[in-house]
């Protein structure tokens, strides 16, 4: 089944614990990004990624980091969490740019406290 | 200044009926692409529809159109005989030249019985 998987789906830390939160897509698929909701505020871009090695500022890129060493992983990095970075947080993937639709994955919700 | 707009938080539409939901958006790039997402209570990310700039022809996909109107820059989802499992958070957004993804912050659409 084609499919955006994260994990973990909800996470609860501390302030200043590195964390990771995993993504990966199983369609070959080259464009990945990272996305949080906030309520009233809708979604923001993170960061994205065009290609293995190639990654790019979203709108809301301080604070994390992304990696794509693989075509299929996008992992999300959070060096220092902060209670601001508390949000829920999609990862989705596309084949190209242009038309090609987004597919999302479940989404994490996360706390930092 | 926000690059996608959607001027309703919030909308009751009973059930059958025709409904219409706003998106407005600014862009100096010739090229982009607009999109609407559906996200139920369940949280997920749906793709309803798409509408490439270049496109001479309104986009639709069953139930949902867009109104594309190009020089007054709006793309309006319109969803035809309404139905209780439409009642979600819609999204519009916009894809650009540098394939950063701007999203809307969302019109909550209540369907009443």
């Known amino acids: 089944e084609a499919q955006v998987t994260q994990n973990p789906r909800y996470l609860i830390t501390v302030t200043g614990k590195k964390l990771t939160v995993t993504c990966s897509q199983n369609m070959n698929h080259e464009y990945m990004s990272w996305y949080r909701q906030d309520p009233g505020l809708g979604l923001r871009q993170i960061y994205y990624?065009?290609?293995?090695?190639?990654?790019d500022k979203g709108d809301v890129p301080e604070g994390y980091k992304v990696s794509r060493k693989e075509k299929r992983n996008f992992p999300l990095i959070l060096e220092s969490p902060s209670p601001n970075q508390t949000s829920l947080y999609f990862c989705?993937?596309?084949?190209?740019?242009?038309?090609?639709?987004?597919?999302f994955g479940p989404g994490t919700r996360l706390t930092v406290l | 200044a926000q690059k996608i707009t959607q001027t309703q938080p919030g909308m009751f539409v009973q059930e059958k009926e025709a409904v219409t939901l706003d998106c407005t958006y600014d862009t100096s790039d010739p090229s982009y692409g607009l999109f609407w997402y559906k996200q139920p209570s369940s949280g997920e990310m749906i793709f309803l529809i798409y509408?490439?700039?270049?496109?001479?022809q309104n986009a639709t996909e069953g139930r949902y159109s867009l109104n594309f109107q190009k020089a007054r820059k709006s793309a309006n989802l319109v969803i035809s005989a309404s139905q209780l499992g439409d009642s979600a958070m819609y999204f519009c957004a916009m894809r650009e030249w540098d394939d950063k993804i701007i999203f809307g912050k969302g019109t909550r659409l209540h369907i009443l019985p």
């Open positions: 989705a993937s596309s084949f190209s740019t242009g038309a090609d639709t987004q597919y």
């Open positions: 990624s065009m290609n293995v090695e190639v990654t």
């Open positions: 509408q490439g700039s270049y496109d001479q």
